[in-house]
């Protein structure tokens, strides 16, 4: 797989295969599809940011099979592709080569490559797709309607410039006419580079070439970022309209981001501009609201996500409602049943069934029991300034509003903290805790404070 370029029409510091769509790098989209096809090894060869490259591909793909190879000069495809041989050392079947800005590339695809490689019978089978405007592309050449060459539009007489049927610069090739043909290779031609193309012309002369048509759309490269928005908005629709067939209702396809390999069960309802991201798995009969943000989150069967909430790295179990306007950071773990309203923040917090925070709290580092109702403008005080701290409420504790927990500290089963209650020392199962100052009334004081005011303007 090619990831050598720099992409200079990108207009940016970083590698071309690096920039993102739908938060992963262009080049792991290429790279999963090989996976999918089970190749035994792939080989990304690298050239400009190197060592980049390297590790956001190993941080994606951690188990595969990957061995880098680097293309110290850019002098051409023929060269980036030998660069790999010392990788595939030892391998002789089939050699699949594929390019790393190509995100729209389907494993049918590649497998009807493979299928086109074996009934042809020759050493290289390719993909070809039909353009009505080919200009900047390689013509495929066929004489008796055999493929017997490609020929780059640089290098193109005006008769093969008519040619509407286009190389997309993907083959199937055995691996021992591979490494023989690339020592052969000389760079003669327009742009003085070692051209991969030209392994067509010599396979042609072996033995039939298998072809295999796409859809422009699929083969289409990245060359700027107005192309790489383009790419995503096809990959969104594709990802979004599986989802839908598959039984998930989404209110607005268009404004929908789901990124590729999210699950989602059936009967969920995605309302518009919702995002899900990063390994996210959504269980059945879930509403997600408008504005959603979902990262790398668990949702069980039948919970309600209202408007505009965000959850990173969160656990949410069976029939929870969440929101509007929640935050679940990570190590948030709910059972079912739980109830998190408006601006309701948590993070690193365990709470059990049937447990309700509904209006502006803050639960961070707490461990909270079944069934406990948490008031408004509750905050745990996990933080010294130094170190984090727990917070724990047993089964059917009630926080008043207004209460802050000093962590370290417990309340027991059955405890109750009064509103406005500052918790420093740990409150026994069934007691009561109350720490602010007793009401003090004093009748007739606004009318005297009123009459003192005119004493003093008349003075």
Same mark, same amino acid.
């Given at each position: 797989?090619?990831?050598?370029?720099?992409?200079?029409?990108?207009?940016?510091?970083?590698?071309?295969?690096?920039?993102?769509?739908?938060?992963?790098?262009?080049?792991?989209?290429?790279?999963?599809?090989?996976?999918?096809?089970?190749?035994?090894?792939?080989?990304?060869?690298?050239?400009? @940011?190197?060592?980049?490259?390297?590790?956001?591909?190993? /941080?994606?793909?951690?188990?595969?099979?990957?061995?880098?190879?680097?293309?110290?000069?850019?002098?051409?495809?023929?060269?980036?592709?030998?660069?790999? &041989?010392?990788?595939?050392?030892?391998?002789?079947?089939?050699?699949?080569?594929?390019?790393?800005?190509?995100?729209?590339?389907?494993?049918?695809?590649?497998?009807?490559?493979?299928?086109?490689?074996?009934?042809?019978?020759?050493?290289?089978?390719?993909?070809?797709?039909?353009?009505?405007?080919?200009?900047?592309?390689?013509?495929?050449?066929?004489?008796?309607?055999?493929?017997?060459?490609?020929?780059?539009?640089?290098?193109?007489?005006?008769? &093969?410039?008519?040619?509407?049927?286009?190389?997309?610069?993907?083959?199937?090739?055995?691996?021992?006419?591979?490494?023989?043909?690339?020592?052969?290779?000389?760079?003669?031609?327009? &742009?003085?580079?070692?051209?991969?193309?030209?392994?067509?012309?010599?396979?042609?002369?072996?033995?039939?070439?298998?072809?295999?048509?796409?859809?422009?759309?699929?083969?289409?490269?990245?060359? $700027?970022?107005?192309?790489?928005?383009?790419?995503?908005?096809?990959? @969104?629709?594709?990802?979004?309209?599986?989802?839908?067939?598959?039984?998930?209702?989404?209110?607005?396809?268009?404004?929908?981001?789901?990124?590729?390999?999210?699950?989602?069960?059936?009967?969920?309802?995605?309302?518009?501009?919702?995002?899900?991201?990063?390994?996210?798995?959504?269980?059945?009969?879930?509403?997600?609201?408008?504005?959603?943000?979902?990262?790398?989150?668990?949702?069980?069967?039948?919970?309600?996500?209202?408007?505009?909430?965000?959850?990173?790295?969160?656990?949410?179990?069976?029939?929870?409602?969440?929101?509007?306007?929640?935050?679940?950071?990570?190590?948030?773990?709910?059972?079912?049943?739980?109830?998190?309203?408006?601006?309701?923040?948590?993070?690193?917090?365990?709470?059990?069934?049937? /447990?309700?925070?509904?209006?502006?709290?803050?639960?961070? $580092?707490?461990?909270?029991?079944?069934?406990?109702?948490?008031?408004?403008?509750?905050?745990?005080?996990?933080?010294?300034?130094?170190?984090?701290?727990?917070?724990?409420?047993?089964?059917?504790?009630?926080?008043?509003?207004?209460? &802050?927990?000093?962590?370290?500290?417990?309340?027991?089963? =059955?405890?109750?903290? =009064?509103?406005?209650?500052?918790?420093?020392?740990?409150?026994?199962?069934?007691?009561?805790?109350?720490?602010?100052?007793? @009401?003090?009334?004093?009748?007739?004081?606004?009318?005297?404070?009123?009459?003192?005011?005119?004493?003093?303007?008349?003075?």
């Amino acid at each position: 797989m090619l990831c050598a370029g720099k992409g200079t029409r990108m207009k940016s510091e970083k590698a071309k295969v690096l920039h993102p769509i739908l938060g992963r790098p262009l080049c792991a989209y290429p790279l999963k599809r090989a996976l999918e096809l089970g190749a035994t090894h792939v080989v990304p060869v690298v050239g400009h @940011q190197a060592s980049e490259v390297e590790k956001s591909i190993r /941080s994606h793909f951690p188990d595969a099979p990957l061995r880098f190879a680097l293309q110290k000069e850019q002098k051409g495809t023929a060269d980036a592709v030998k660069a790999a &041989q010392d990788a595939l050392k030892g391998h002789d079947g089939r050699v699949l080569i594929l390019y790393g800005d190509v995100p729209l590339l389907r494993k049918e695809t590649l497998q009807a490559l493979l299928a086109a490689h074996d009934a042809a019978g020759g050493a290289l089978a390719l993909v070809s797709t039909t353009l009505e405007d080919p200009t900047g592309y390689g013509r495929v050449i066929r004489e008796g309607g055999k493929v017997a060459r490609i020929v780059e539009h640089k290098d193109c007489t005006p008769e &093969q410039r008519a040619v509407k049927e286009c190389n997309a610069g993907i083959y199937s090739v055995d691996a021992a006419f591979l490494w023989k043909a690339l020592a052969e290779i000389k760079p003669v031609n327009a &742009q003085g580079e070692y051209y991969l193309t030209d392994l067509v012309e010599m396979a042609a002369k072996l033995g039939p070439v298998g072809a295999v048509d796409a859809d422009a759309t699929e083969t289409a490269g990245v060359n $700027d970022k107005v192309e790489l928005a383009a790419r995503a908005r096809v990959l @969104q629709q594709r990802i979004n309209e599986a989802h839908m067939r598959a039984g998930v209702s989404i209110q607005d396809p268009a404004t929908a981001y789901i990124e590729e390999g999210i699950t989602i069960g059936t009967d969920t309802e995605i309302g518009p501009s919702v995002s899900l991201m990063a390994g996210t798995v959504i269980g059945k009969g879930v509403i997600i609201g408008q504005g959603s943000v979902l990262t790398a989150s668990v949702v069980a069967d039948g919970t309600h996500i209202k408007p505009y909430s965000v959850l990173e790295e969160a656990r949410v179990g069976e029939r929870c409602i969440i929101g509007p306007f929640s935050r679940l950071r990570p190590a948030t773990e709910l059972a079912e049943e739980v109830h998190l309203g408006n601006f309701v923040e948590t993070k690193k917090a365990r709470i059990g069934k049937g /447990s309700k925070a509904n209006h502006l709290t803050y639960l961070g $580092d707490a461990n909270i029991g079944a069934g406990c109702n948490i008031g408004a403008g509750t905050i745990t005080c996990n933080y010294d300034g130094v170190n984090k701290h727990l917070t724990e409420l047993g089964d059917g504790v009630f926080i008043g509003s207004d209460s &802050q927990l000093v962590a370290p500290v417990k309340v027991g089963d =059955g405890g109750y903290v =009064g509103a406005g209650t500052t918790v420093t020392k740990n409150v026994p199962p069934g007691s009561l805790a109350v720490s602010r100052a007793p @009401q003090v009334v004093k009748e007739g004081w606004v009318a005297a404070k009123k009459a003192r005011q005119v004493k003093v303007k008349a003075g």
